[in-house]
């Protein structure tokens, strides 16, 4: 079993190693795309998964948004109340924030043990 101080080791190496290396490459490096084609897309495939359209309103919570590849698609639809994005790196999520520029995004910085949102 892991102690609390190798847990907090690695939530900091995988925090630094986002903030530091991945933030500012990852979506040209992943194709990441936000156009209307982009955004359908990903909706269709929430709701593929899900097997039923995705209500419209409420508050959807992206845990391990990173750069916000689904939570901005999901802010740019425009369908629910509120989309926050969760992630351990304030570097990725400012990535996020930025892409979403225009569109209701919120972001948190937060381990996923321990999520800034209510239940």
């Known amino acids: ?6 847990t907090e080791r690695v939530l900091d190496l995988n925090r630094r ?8 490459t990852y979506d040209e490096r992943m194709g990441v795309d936000h156009g209307p084609a ?11 998964v899900l097997g039923a359209p995705l209500p419209a309103g409420g508050t959807v919570v992206d845990v391990g948004a990173g750069t916000g590849n689904v ?6 639809d425009g369908r629910f109340d509120r989309v926050v994005a969760v992630d351990i790196s304030a570097g990725m999520l400012a990535e ?16 996923m043990q321990r999520l800034p949102v209510d239940d």
């Open 71 to 76: 939570a901005v698609k999901l802010a740019i």
């Open 38 to 48: 982009a955004v359908r897309a990903t909706l269709e495939e929430l709701e593929r």
């Open 1 to 6: 079993m892991r102690s609390e101080v190798d």
């Open 96 to 111: 996020a924030a930025a892409t979403a520029r225009g569109v209701a995004l919120e972001t948190r910085v937060s381990d």
């Open 17 to 24: 190693f986002h903030d530091e290396v991945e933030a500012k």
